[in-house]
């Protein structure tokens, strides 16, 4: 078996388990077992196992948007614990307390705030600078998130101060249910060049090229120490968070994603045998977990947790 295939197979179990765990996710919603709201990435995986499976956690940071799930299984594959984090289980990876939006494991981080982890990013990567340590922080964001001040004020004091920064950009088209050309002037390429920042992108097809075209981005970075963005170009098949019926969409766009789905390139890439069997263990290991949570305990209140 040639390399590309054993990374074939590696990158899409990644997305399938990611594919699963979502998936089973709208199902809990659906029979009521869980409440509240979370943003799945159905569509996206191929930008945030591509990635990351460049990143060493012991040395780089990474931040993450209220559209994460995707991130941290991509990085750690613990199910058991996303989703007992989603119910508000003890067994959470914040103990139940941050949700599905605000998720913290070793030197990953997430928040709910639209960007918002985009200025802790930069400040991230200044300290690094600063005490001389190495590893790099790479952050993801979205078209919308590209809209907030803070965002463009962060972007600007990397440019300033040369920050070991990579920023992942995950345009998936719409922030909630707006087309982002509506929302946008001018292009995102022109705006972060003018912070003097390097400029990639890529349309996120392929999941093997994604993990290649970051590699270079991210070793080149580790070594030189600058700041740089990259655009990925993805589509969201699922609705924005749990309310969302979707009718904004548009037909073209949905057309064409659907009939060039990564998850499926990468499948195509496989022998059937090795996808049946891949697929197998992971559906039983995905409904296993969620099994198990069902199971574990809530925090007592008023009890300690950390
Ligand atoms: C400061 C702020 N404003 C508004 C919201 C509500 N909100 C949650 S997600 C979202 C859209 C974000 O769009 P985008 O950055 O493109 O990410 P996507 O949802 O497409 O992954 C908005 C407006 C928020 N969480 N924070
Ligand atoms: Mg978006």
């Known amino acids: 078996m040639d390399v590309d295939r054993t990374l074939y ?4 179990k990644k997305m399938f388990l990611i594919r699963v765990f979502e998936a089973k996710v709208e199902e809990m919603f659906r029979l009521g077992k869980l409440r509240g709201t979370t943003h799945g990435c159905i569509g996206q995986e ?41 119910m508000g289980k003890k067994t959470g990876i914040v ?12 030197n990953f981080y997430t928040n709910g705030i639209t960007g918002g982890m985009i200025p802790v990013a930069v ?21 919308g998130g590209m809209n907030e001040g803070y965002v463009m004020e ?28 509506n929302f ?4 995102f390429d022109e705006r972060v060049k003018g912070f003097g920042l390097e400029y990639h992108y890529l349309k996120a097809l392929d999941v093997v090229e994604v993990y290649g075209f970051f590699k270079k981005i991210y070793e080149r970075v580790r070594k030189e120490r600058y700041p740089v963005f990259v655009e990925f170009e993805t ?7 749990k309310s969302d019926r979707r009718e904004y969409v ?12 990564p998850l499926e390139k990468c499948r195509s890439r496989i022998p059937a045998k090795v996808v049946e069997d891949v697929e197998k263990e992971i559906i039983n290991f995905v409904e296993e977990e969620f099994r198990r949570v069902l199971a574990a305990p809530y925090p007592d209140p008023g009890e300690d947790l950390f």
Request: charged share 20%; net charge neutral.
């Open 9 to 12: 197979i590696r990158l899409y």
């Open 46 to 86: 191929a930008v945030a196992v591509g990635v990351l499976e460049n990143v060493d956690l012991s040395r780089d940071y990474v931040t993450g948007t209220h559209r994460s799930h995707g991130h941290f299984l991509a990085l750690t594959g613990k199910v058991f614990e996303l989703i007992s984090e989603l």
């Open 95 to 106: 103990r139940g307390k941050g949700g599905s939006q605000h998720l913290h494991y070793g």
């Open 123 to 143: 400040g991230l990567g200044m300290a690094k600078k600063l005490k001389g340590e190495e590893g790099v922080v790479i952050s993801f964001l979205g078209d």
């Open 154 to 181: 962060a972007l600007n004091l990397a440019g300033v101060y040369k920050t070991p920064n990579i920023f992942v950009l995950e345009n998936n088209c719409y922030a909630m249910s707006t087309i982002t050309e």
């Open 184 to 187: 946008t002037s001018g292009k």
């Open 235 to 241: 589509y969201r098949f699922c609705g924005h968070s």
């Open 250 to 261: 548009v037909k073209e766009w949905e057309d064409f994603w659907h009939a060039n789905d």
